[in-house]
């Protein structure tokens, strides 16, 4: 290949460059900001601390769940409105769905706001941090009301502007972890503060953004339409519950320690998955910046076989790369970076936890391959059966392992879900044949 036809291939796929080096850019800063915070944080104020610091923050995570699975359902036809260039189509789909996402974002905030001390109890055991739930409650509108924001971007494809924009949020979600080194009292609460505050900030940053990158704002013009409503949560059901289950999968590890073992072996298993799920962004570096690419194609019928093998060796990158040396030098690398008695309550944690990011990266190629056929209700069913094979794995191997079985039951969990993923797929390809 001579120098003209590379600088043209180059060209060619500068945006999916672009998308990929942005992502790759973004998590390097945030594994490493992560890195420094999390050492002087525990060191500071003790392994306790930082497991409740994770639970207050697992309210968050439990955001998506909020919209009904509406946005799936308003994300993908996004996606093909924008792809067929129908863009006057693609705004009144964006103004239909919003003034549900404003009315949910409002209540989700009250309720949480209202309930505060029931959901300390329920997340931390005590009712003791229920005043810090009433600060969170804040946090939860903005976030809500993004996502609409955010679907904008990712049906143009733009998903450098989504890293951008992610990298705003990870700054006042690590950076706050410094205010150990000068605050005492109501630690907590004021770091819980600062991320409220960079969650009304993200939102900002991202209707800039998407001004930018549309040239106006009619989109942000609300229109109720209960018709596009209906239709939306109807073709949105299947992945609410995939969201509710996957909501269940990736949670109940953190219940389950808080519960049966310790806020300070929670700190131990939290920093040993913090480590591990930081770097399963490199993967949805490969699959986010071509989703919109699969939806295209499966719009225009052409084939995406290349794309899944692009995403497969890029799986087999990351984990050469980053979870080898992970898996061979935990011990060394969690005493550098915290201590040397931490580490040996986390290093064998993180290399069990290491084995089961292979299957979940793996999975998450088929998922995206999935979602963008609209095989919605094939995920939900992969959800379901993982779920099953977690909970009956919680119920077997902590009692002889303790936290190590707990990791193990992840392992366990997400190589369920590739076998049956591939074996789903390998059905949906015979029918279509």
Not at 218 to 244: A, D
Not at 290 to 303: A, C, E, F, G, P
């Amino acid at each position: 290949m001579n120098f003209k036809a590379l600088t043209e291939y180059v060209h060619s796929k500068k945006e999916h460059i672009v998308n990929f080096g942005s992502f790759f850019a973004n998590r390097l800063f945030s594994l490493a900001l992560f890195a420094y915070t999390t050492s002087i944080f525990i060191n500071r104020a003790g392994d306790k601390e930082f497991g409740v610091l994770t639970m207050l923050l697992l309210i968050y995570s439990y955001i998506s769940v909020a919209d009904l699975g509406m946005g799936y359902a308003v994300g993908y036809r996004l996606t093909r409105a924008v792809s067929r260039r129908n863009f006057d189509y693609a705004t009144k789909i964006l103004q239909h769905a919003l003034p549900f996402y404003v009315m949910v974002a409002g209540c989700a905030s009250f309720l949480i706001f209202i309930f505060s001390y029931d959901i300390s109890i329920c997340f931390t055991k005590t009712g003791e941090y229920s005043s810090i739930y009433r600060v969170i409650s804040f946090g939860i509108f903005p976030l809500v009301v993004d996502t609409v924001v955010l679907m904008v971007m990712q049906s143009y494809n733009k998903v450098y502007l989504i890293n951008l924009s992610r990298l705003v949020y990870d700054i006042f979600r690590g950076a706050p972890l410094l205010l150990v080194l000068v605050c005492k009292n109501e630690l907590l609460e004021k770091i819980l503060m600062v991320v409220v505050i960079g969650c009304y900030l993200k939102l900002m940053v991202d209707i800039w953004l998407c001004r930018q990158l549309v040239g106006n704002l009619t989109w942000l013009k609300p229109v109720w339409v209960f018709k596009e409503l209906r239709f939306n949560i109807l073709y949105g059901i299947p992945m609410l519950l995939t969201l509710v289950i996957g909501m269940v999968i990736t949670s109940i590890d953190k219940f389950y320690i808080t519960r049966f073992l310790s806020m300070a072996q929670l700190a131990n298993y939290s920093v040993a998955l913090e480590v591990n799920v930081k770097a399963w962004f490199l993967i949805w570096a490969v699959t986010g910046s071509l989703t919109t690419v699969l939806v295209r194609r499966n719009v225009l019928n052409i084939s995406t076989h290349d794309i899944e093998s692009i995403s497969m060796i890029a799986v087999m990158v990351i984990f050469m790369v980053y979870y080898m040396p992970l898996i061979i030098f935990a011990k060394e690398i969690l005493t550098w970076w915290i201590n040397r008695d931490f580490a040996e309550k986390s290093y064998r944690i993180t290399r069990t936890l290491s084995v089961a990011s292979l299957f979940y990266m793996l999975y998450a190629v088929k998922h995206n391959i999935l979602q963008a056929k609209g095989k919605f209700i094939t995920i939900t069913s992969i959800y379901g059966f993982g779920l099953a094979i977690l909970l009956l794995s919680l119920w077997v191997l902590p009692r002889y392992w303790g936290l190590e079985g707990v990791a193990f039951s992840y392992v366990i969990t997400y190589a369920g879900f590739v076998i049956l993923a591939l074996t789903l797929m390998r059905n949906i390809k015979k029918t279509n044949d």
